[in-house]
């Protein structure tokens, strides 16, 4: 049974720019969730997704946003770039969510410059 | 806000020996807790869970505890391996659809 797949695994961007990163779930999976790891911080969550809608937005601006499609692959979008953006980007699948034990991909670094 | 606390950012011990690794939260309404294991350049995976119903929950050689009075739990590895060298993350369920994680603790076993 294939993973999480995230890509790409590494991205470089400038401050001002935005970045789109995709996540496939492992199959079968509806629910997905994006964390954002930095040093010292842990993951912290950004959003979850189940059937196309989000059901839960952690405490992150606007500028960071997401969806999910009908094959439940998800994408995120963070516009208007900063610094302090650059993180280990984190997505997790699970069947339906509620809890249950995630599934992780490897990650997409992304580095703004 | 830190809603799931992870006071030791570090942890090494010597093989064989028992690794303790410890998480504190703040939200007695938190039901349901899990510890995953991080190695470098890999997404984290589930190690094992404990709900609020359970102050123990074993499967091999880890085994959790949790305190409820004292919201804290812990997770006990024995005998520590080098291979368990990596970062431990824990976290908890919160508002149904959302996990809260702790900013992890480096377990390094010395062989």
């Known amino acids: 049974k294939a993973g999480v797949t995230q890509t790409p695994r590494y991205l470089i961007k400038t401050r001002g720019q935005q970045v789109t990163l995709s996540c496939s779930p492992i199959s079968g999976h509806r629910s997905v969730s994006w964390y954002q790891q930095t040093p010292g911080q842990g993951l912290q969550f950004l959003f979850e997704y189940f059937s196309e809608t989000q059901r839960n937005k952690g405490n992150f601006p606007g500028r960071f946003s997401g969806r999910q499609f009908s094959n439940s692959r998800s994408e995120m979008n963070v516009s208007t770039l900063e610094l302090g953006d650059s993180a280990l980007y984190l997505c997790?699948?699970?069947?339906?969510?509620?809890?249950?034990?995630?599934?992780f991909g490897d990650g997409t670094r992304l580095s703004i410059l | 806000d830190q809603q799931v606390k992870q006071n030791s950012p570090s942890l090494s011990v010597q093989e064989g020996r028992i690794s303790i690794l410890n998480c504190d939260y703040t939200n007695s309404m938190f039901d349901y807790f899990l510890w995953y294991k991080k190695y470098p350049a890999e997404g984290p995976t589930f190690l094992i869970s404990i709900s609020s119903i359970k102050d123990k929950n074993e499967d091999g050689r880890f085994t959790v505890f949790l305190n409820k009075s004292a919201k804290h739990l812990s997770l006990h590895i024995v005998p520590s391996q080098p291979g368990d060298s990596a970062v431990y993350f824990c976290?908890?369920?919160?508002?149904?659809?959302?996990?809260?994680f702790g900013a992890g603790t480096r377990l390094t076993v010395k062989p």
């Open positions: 976290a908890t369920q919160y508002n149904n659809n959302d996990m809260r």
């Open positions: 997790a699948s699970s069947p339906t969510g509620g809890g249950q034990p995630q599934h």
